[in-house]
């Protein structure tokens, strides 16, 4: 076979083949640029797929980062409402606390006045009298022993005698001198005037005192 020449190349009857050889060759060129261009998004694809796991972890991750942090703004707001509660309960009981030393005070400058005023007059020879003390209940016992002294013996075996403007009274269970001069309204120094030979520590049941009778 002889070789193309330039001439024959430029001849209008060789120009459907080259047209053909043309076509062919840009049909070839088509496929390979496509199959290049699928296995192109097929890693394409690949790639996207191994990138979307990452994502949704990430997607979830900040869910629950938005979860926590919903919860953890509740807790905050009720430790906020606690310390404001925990701050008027302090406030409070510093202003009690002010109050009662304001109180001790007032009540010491007080005491302190009254021991003044009583300086002042027994500096001037007015004898200022104690405050009496109030003598403590004494209850009658159910089943006291026998006195062991003489005297104790002497005295409740006496049998106390009412007189004109007096009158006899068994004690009963729980009575004291100071329960009996309350229920008949006497002062409880007469009772004890009125039965001399009687201990008040050692009243029994049944035994007989002299009530004096109210003025």
Do not use: C, H
Request: aromatic share 2%; proline share 6%; net charge positive.
């Amino acid at each position: 076979m002889d070789p193309i020449t330039s001439a024959e190349l430029d001849s209008p009857s060789k120009t459907p083949l080259f047209l053909g050889i043309a076509a062919i060759l840009l049909a070839v060129t088509g496929l390979v640029l496509a199959w290049m261009g699928f296995s192109k998004a097929n890693d394409l694809e690949a790639q996207l797929l191994a990138l979307s796991s990452p994502s949704e972890a990430l997607a979830a991750a900040e869910e629950k980062i938005d979860g926590n942090t919903g919860e953890l703004s509740r807790v905050a707001s009720g430790v906020s409402t606690l310390r404001s509660e925990v701050s008027q309960i302090l406030k409070s009981v510093q202003s009690d606390i002010q109050s009662v030393k304001k109180n001790v005070r007032s009540n010491a400058m007080q005491a302190g006045m009254a021991m003044k005023k009583v300086e002042e007059l027994e500096a001037k020879g007015v004898k200022v009298a104690a405050a009496p003390k109030k003598p403590a209940p004494v209850r009658a016992n159910k089943a006291s022993p026998a006195p062991s002294t003489a005297n104790s013996s002497t005295a409740s075996s006496t049998k106390p005698v009412a007189t004109a403007g007096q009158k006899e009274y068994k004690i009963q269970s729980g009575d004291s001198f100071s329960k009996v001069a309350s229920r008949f309204k006497v002062n409880l120094e007469d009772i004890l005037k009125a039965n001399p030979g009687v201990d008040p520590g050692r009243l029994q049941i049944g035994q007989t005192i002299i009530i004096p009778v109210a003025k």
